[in-house]
């Protein structure tokens, strides 16, 4: 059965960085939109970031400039790398990755398609 396995997290100081982690464990991810959602206790879903196959990216306002999205398809695996944290970035963070055009952080096509089980990230003041 093919899934996506995380990886990263963790806590952080504001001003932090980490990086997190998302393989494919079938050779199809490697066409896919993947991309990231996040959501905090009591806030509603969050598209992060997404990156389409061809390397095109998209963030939502929030993190712009701050996280940055990569994707090595020999290895099927997205990266979301995270700099300059903030206490509002605290949430789980969520892999997701399908066969969705158009590819853009947020989209709820990629909302319905194959999940991470999830990594916490959590940054204190």
């Known amino acids: 059965q093919s899934h996506l396995v995380e990886s990263g997290g963790g806590s952080v100081q504001v001003g932090g960085s980490l990086r997190l982690s998302c393989a494919g464990t079938?050779?199809?991810?490697?066409?896919?939109?993947m991309g990231w959602f996040r959501q905090a206790p009591g806030k509603e879903r969050e598209g992060v970031a997404a990156i389409e196959q061809n390397g095109d990216v998209t963030y939502a306002d929030s993190v712009k400039g701050r996280f940055t999205i990569s994707k090595d398809n020999t290895k099927r695996t997205a990266f979301l790398d995270m700099h300059d944290l903030k206490p509002e970035d605290t949430a789980t963070y969520y892999c997701?990755?399908?066969?969705?055009?158009?590819?853009?952080?947020?989209?709820?096509?990629?909302?319905?398609?194959?999940w991470g089980q999830g990594t916490q990230v959590t940054v204190s003041s």
């Open positions: 997701a990755a399908g066969p969705v055009r158009p590819c853009y952080a947020g989209s709820p096509y990629l909302a319905r398609s194959h």
């Open positions: 079938d050779s199809q991810y490697s066409t896919y939109c």
